[in-house]
């Protein structure tokens, strides 16, 4: 099978290069030239709008967010309108629930699946292709990207129905950036009393305030830079877009999220704020 990718930044860029190792047949298509000839030189072939790659057996999608993956997808002139029936999408950009189930109804007029295949990781997982997977869709749709899926991921889960996929991803979120958002506030109340950072974070790794934030302290610090260096918005950030999403989700269920309202509004300030300091000391 062959592959067309659409969206070469921080996930998306690791990921290609990680779809090549494994020897997928990949042709890429992104805004920036620069990000393109990185993966025509590592051996990907070149599109030159996300309507050539509607030929692909599977269409692979790392945009930034709802609008940005409806715009390559939807209407007459989408690639779903474009694609040949029983070829897939694969939807790695994380998108609301509602979005999802949309884009799959639309892709069944057509005989084209969509999965929403959000994944957990970070930059650094995709390049080694230990990510963890989300899969929401059809099992005949999940069946026949599996390959691909489980050459990014090393934990694969097809966890429901179209928008299942996003509705896992945007839980996990939640849980991560609660984390996130009490260990800033731990670390100012020992700082404010005199106690080094580095002695906290000991402390949470070997107690019960352990958690995967505490013990990669730095790894935002790192995103943010990362972002920085390749114009990313800061609200297109996940500290930022996410937890709009998780508000945006619940608020489509009918269910009050008041943690998940509140670190919408501040988180983003905070991890902001940290990765200057850091990027300056």
């Known amino acids: 099978m062959n592959v067309g990718f659409v969206g070469l930044g921080n996930l998306g860029l690791p990921l290609v ?3 090549l190792r494994g020897d997928w047949p990949v042709t890429v298509f992104d805004p920036a030239a620069e990000r393109v000839a990185e993966c025509v030189r590592a051996g990907a072939a070149e599109a030159g709008s996300p309507t050539g790659l509607a030929d692909r057996d599977l269409l692979v999608l790392a945009v930034p967010d709802d609008a940005a993956v409806k715009g390559v997808l939807s209407g007459r002139d989408g690639a779903l309108a474009r694609m040949a029936p029983g070829s897939v999408v694969v939807l790695h950009s994380t998108v609301l629930p509602r979005t999802a189930v949309a884009l799959a109804e639309e892709g069944a007029r057509h005989g084209v699946g969509v999965l929403d295949a959000p994944v957990s990781g970070g930059p650094e997982r995709a390049g080694t292709g230990d990510l963890t997977v989300m899969v929401g869709g059809d099992e005949e ?3 026949r990207a599996r390959p691909l899926l489980e050459t990014v991921g090393s934990h694969v889960l097809h966890v429901g129905p179209p928008g299942a996929g996003s509705a896992a991803k945007l ?5 991560m950036f609660s984390a996130l958002a009490g ?13 080094p950072e580095d002695h906290v974070l000991e402390i949470a790794r070997t107690g019960l305030g352990d958690s995967w934030v505490a013990r990669n302290w730095g790894f935002f610090d790192r995103m943010a830079a990362d ?3 390749v114009g990313t918005p800061v609200s297109e950030r996940s500290w930022s877009k996410d937890l709009w999403d998780v ?3 619940a608020r489509d269920t009918g269910l009050r999220l008041p943690v998940a309202g509140l670190l919408s509004q501040h988180l983003s300030d905070v991890v902001e704020d940290h990765a200057r300091r850091d990027a300056s000391s």
């Open 171 to 175: 839980a996990n979120q939640l849980m």
């Open 17 to 19: 290069r990680t779809l």
């Open 141 to 143: 749709h999940v069946a």
């Open 183 to 195: 260990a800033h506030e731990a670390l100012a109340l020992a700082g404010a009393c005199g106690v």
């Open 247 to 249: 508000v945006a989700a």
């Open 227 to 229: 972002y920085d260096r």
